[in-house]
């Protein structure tokens, strides 16, 4: 099993909808969760943070943590064409641990 | 601008030729990492350094070496490479671990012929 899992998608959504990209952990131990967003043949850019359990919120992006399921949620709301990206969930050890990346596109 | 630079961006190599990938940073960040991304495969470490002077083995390790004599530099080396090793070679460094987020780079994009 691996520690992190993520859907691949890809997911594709109508501008102006709201998305819900999940990851789900397997150690409970894990205390930071990341997410970070990765443009076409670009490196990967840290977009939110949270430690522990509850939400984040940073304009139309909310984090969101339920430790008891394990379980990491990023939702967009009101999303852009330029939001499209890869998304990939993150959390930790003693190094960052990734999930595989959801690829996400926002039609006009 | 401060950040995490990588040279070169592309480059094509035929099978047993080596080569070195350079990682720069300039935000006086301690730790520094390699990683590979692969499609379906997500982002796999393959040697970290966790100051000048230190390095240690990643998720995928065989293949490569790596040296950090400066604390701004980290260098991935490939000795022979495979054509396995074909792949998009992502640089990134963090001040203190991994709890406050890596910075990465923008990539270099490697073909093993």
């Known amino acids: 099993q691996k520690e992190v899992e993520q859907d691949p998608g890809p997911l594709s959504v109508p501008e102006g909808a709201i998305v819900s990209l999940n990851c789900t952990y397997s150690n409970s131990a894990f205390q930071y969760f990341m997410w970070y967003r990765q443009y076409s043949r670009k490196g990967p850019e840290l977009l939110m943070y949270t430690y522990s359990s509850g939400n984040k919120e940073d304009g139309r992006f909310t984090a969101q943590v339920d430790k008891s399921s394990k379980y990491i949620s990023l939702f967009i709301r009101d999303s852009q064409p330029s939001d499209s990206a890869t998304y990939l969930c993150a959390t930790n050890t003693d190094k960052l641990i990734f999930g595989t990346g959801t690829r996400l596109q926002v039609f006009p | 601008n401060a950040g995490v630079t990588q040279t070169p961006k592309f480059r094509v190599l035929k099978t047993g030729q080596s080569m070195t990938l350079l990682c720069a940073q300039d935000?006086?960040?301690?730790?520094m990492y390699w990683y590979r991304q692969d499609p379906g495969m997500g982002l796999r470490l393959i040697h970290y350094?966790?100051?000048?002077?230190?390095?240690a083995k990643g998720e995928v390790p065989d293949g490569y070496n790596v040296s950090r004599l400066k604390k701004q530099n980290f260098l991935l080396g490939l000795e022979s490479a495979a054509p396995s090793q074909t792949s998009v070679y992502f640089c990134?460094?963090?001040?203190?671990?991994?709890?406050?987020?890596?910075?990465f780079g923008s990539g270099t994009r490697l073909t093993v012929v």
């Open positions: 990134a460094s963090s001040y203190q671990g991994d709890n406050y987020g890596y910075t």
């Open positions: 935000m006086n960040h301690e730790y």
């Open positions: 350094s966790v100051g000048e002077g230190t390095t």
